[in-house]
């Protein structure tokens, strides 16, 4: 589980750069939180559901990253 919470820090550091607002970022990060309870809280209570949460978090995040970083034509 380590290993999801490096990578969520290491994006959430990512879309801070991309983002460049902290204030976004807090907005973001608060819309994503409640998301990803809201798509873990079938395995609420389980050892499960950090796991199910994090990796949420990760996918949402990469899905940011890509949208921001790509360009508008290839």
């Given amino acids: 589980m380590a290993c999801l ?3 969520r820090n290491q994006s959430d550091v ?3 750069r991309l983002l460049g607002s902290s204030a976004l ?3 973001w990060r608060t819309g994503r939180r409640q998301v990803c309870e809201r798509a873990a809280a079938k395995a609420e209570g389980g050892s499960i559901h950090p796991i199910i949460r994090l ?3 990760n996918k949402l995040n990469a899905a940011l990253i890509k949208e921001i970083s790509q360009p508008l034509v290839p």
Wanted: proline share 0%; with cysteine; glycine share 8%.
């Fill in 5 to 7: 919470w490096r990578q």
């Fill in 14 to 16: 990512t879309l801070q």
């Fill in 25 to 27: 970022l807090e907005q």
């Fill in 55 to 57: 990796g949420c978090e």
